[in-house]
């Protein structure tokens, strides 16, 4: 079945350092990737998307790109600010699952001033 | 923006009582999906409604859980009756399935938090 791994935390980072959070999965056909972000006291929302292979999904100063050669969709941004602090989730959408999205466990990152 | 409701926000109650969660998915939206959270066991998915039938809720436990969608404005998750390992954050998240390759983005409300004492 579907599955998807991600790095574990918490993640604590000092502001303007790089991060990367690790996620790589397992999905039968081609599926779509994604990260959300949960911020405190709020529900996911989504931060970026790719749906196939080579795509690179962005949103404020994140990225990630569809490795299919290595099942990877690692987060990365250049410069981390307090305001990044959240959990962030992997997730994939098979077209083969009827349950839609498959999450990661989360990972939470930490940025201090 | 369009949003996902759900109430209550907070919910204290005690062992044993019936306790109702309800959502508004987004005008337009035609699945539904309901999520709890904990530290623990992470973001789970209890129930999942396309064009309001339930596709799949293999995730819930049956004897106390229930989920329906009366219509296509409401959905609602009932634990009757509440135990304290219930307590958790409820989601609920609304999409538009429109088949192919699966990429559909979901929208979460705000959540439920449950706390059985």
């Known amino acids: 079945g579907d599955s998807v791994t991600q790095m574990e935390g918490p993640v604590t980072l000092s502001e303007e350092a790089f991060l990367t959070i690790n996620c790589t999965y397992t999905?039968?056909?081609?599926?779509?990737l994604f990260w959300y972000v949960q911020y405190p006291g709020e529900g996911l929302q989504l931060l970026l998307k790719?749906?196939?292979?080579?795509d690179k999904g962005s949103n404020k100063g994140f990225e990630a790109t569809y490795r299919k050669e290595t099942t990877s969709f690692h987060l990365e941004k250049g410069s981390v600010q307090v305001s990044d602090s959240a959990v962030y989730f992997c997730?994939?959408?098979?077209?083969?699952?009827?349950?839609?999205?498959?999450f990661g466990s989360g990972t939470q990152l930490t940025v201090l001033p | 923006d369009a949003r996902v409701t759900q109430t209550p926000r907070h919910k204290v109650t005690e062992m044993g009582q019936e306790v109702t969660m309800r959502c508004q998915p987004i005008?337009?939206?035609?699945?539904v999906f309901w999520y709890r959270q904990t530290m623990m066991q992470g973001l789970e998915l209890l129930a999942y409604?396309?064009?309001?039938?339930?596709?799949?809720d293999s995730g819930m436990p049956k004897d106390r859980f229930s989920a329906e969608m009366p219509d296509a404005t409401l959905a609602t998750l009932k634990i009757q009756p509440s135990e304290p390992r219930d307590s958790a954050v409820y989601f609920c998240?609304?999409?538009?399935?429109?088949?192919?390759?699966?990429?559909?983005?979901?929208?979460f409300g705000a959540g439920s938090r449950l706390t059985v004492l």
């Open positions: 790719a749906t196939k292979a080579d």
């Open positions: 998240a609304s999409g538009l399935w429109q088949g192919g390759t699966g990429a559909n983005v979901l929208t």
């Open positions: 997730a994939l959408s098979s077209s083969g699952s009827a349950r839609q999205l498959t």
């Open positions: 005008l337009g939206h035609n699945t």
């Open positions: 409604f396309r064009n309001r039938a339930p596709l799949d």
């Open positions: 999905a039968t056909g081609y599926p779509s």
